[in-house]
């Protein structure tokens, strides 16, 4: 068995990676992660949880204010309003991580929004402008 430079082996250290780079994958998808990829990142990949964490409280924010609209044109301009808030958050200093992250909320949001338009919720939403 071949060991790194901190004595784990190479194979697990490579099926580690392998694994947080998949829900890292998924995150910039804006899909929701399970049970089990938040428990594995968290003890894997702290930084990540945090972020997973934070991007999971923000689309239940934006659920919920989607769960309040009274019109299919209000459920879109909520969901315009969220986006032109994420894209008029400033960069730092064209910071990759910082892009990444923004992404990864961007798509959070924009795949909750296309969830809540398959719903028997939005289907209920008058047509008229509110």
Do not use: P, W
Not at 74 to 94: C, D, P, W
Request: glycine share 6%; charged share 35%; hydrophobic share 30%.
């Amino acid at each position: 068995m071949r060991l790194n430079s901190i004595g784990y082996g190479v194979d697990y250290v490579d099926s580690l990676a392998k694994k947080i780079g998949d829900v890292r994958n998924k995150m910039k998808l804006g899909r929701k992660l399970s049970y089990n990829e938040k428990v594995f990142i968290k003890m894997h990949a702290q930084d990540l949880y945090e972020k997973a964490m934070k991007i999971e409280e923000e689309r239940n924010e934006f659920r919920r204010a989607l769960a309040n609209c009274k019109t299919k044109e209000e459920a879109k301009r909520t969901q315009i309003a969220k986006s032109t808030e994420l894209q008029m958050e400033t960069e730092s200093n064209g910071d990759l991580e910082f892009i990444t992250t923004r992404m990864m909320r961007m798509m959070s949001i924009l795949s909750e929004f296309s969830d809540f338009e398959k719903s028997k919720e939005y289907k209920g939403l008058s047509n008229e402008c509110g």
